[in-house]
Nanobody, 112 residues
């Protein structure tokens, strides 16, 4: 079964940290770049971070220095470590495989 399943979201105070995880079926993970997107209500989708199959990373300017994307090819998992979270980071975060699949997402809420 082809699927992407995100986890790790939740409510955190400003300045806090969360680690998101995306577990993928091997057929849509191995050899493909993986991307984390986010979308807040009433806002456009935003690319947060991406990582190629070889580990080359790219980040949105808004998260550089705070977020880190990584992948574990043995476990078909992509991670997003989010530090120094801000209220404007509040959104639904989902992962995407460049072959054309996305997960349902996990909600991140940053609020005091």
């Amino acid at each position: 079964q082809v699927q992407l399943v995100e986890s790790g979201g939740g409510l955190v105070q400003p300045g806090g940290s969360l680690r998101l995880s995306c577990a993928a079926s091997g057929s849509i993970f191995n050899g493909y770049a993986m991307t984390w997107f986010r979308q807040a209500p009433g806002k456009q989708r935003e690319l947060v971070a991406s990582i190629t199959s070889g580990g080359i990373t790219n980040y949105a300017d808004s998260v550089k220095g705070r977020f880190t994307i990584s992948r574990d090819n043995a476990k078909n998992t992509v991670l997003l470590q989010m530090n120094s979270l801000k209220p404007e980071d509040t959104a639904n975060y989902y992962c995407y495989s460049t072959i054309g699949y996305r997960g349902q997402g996990t909600q991140v809420t940053v609020s005091s």
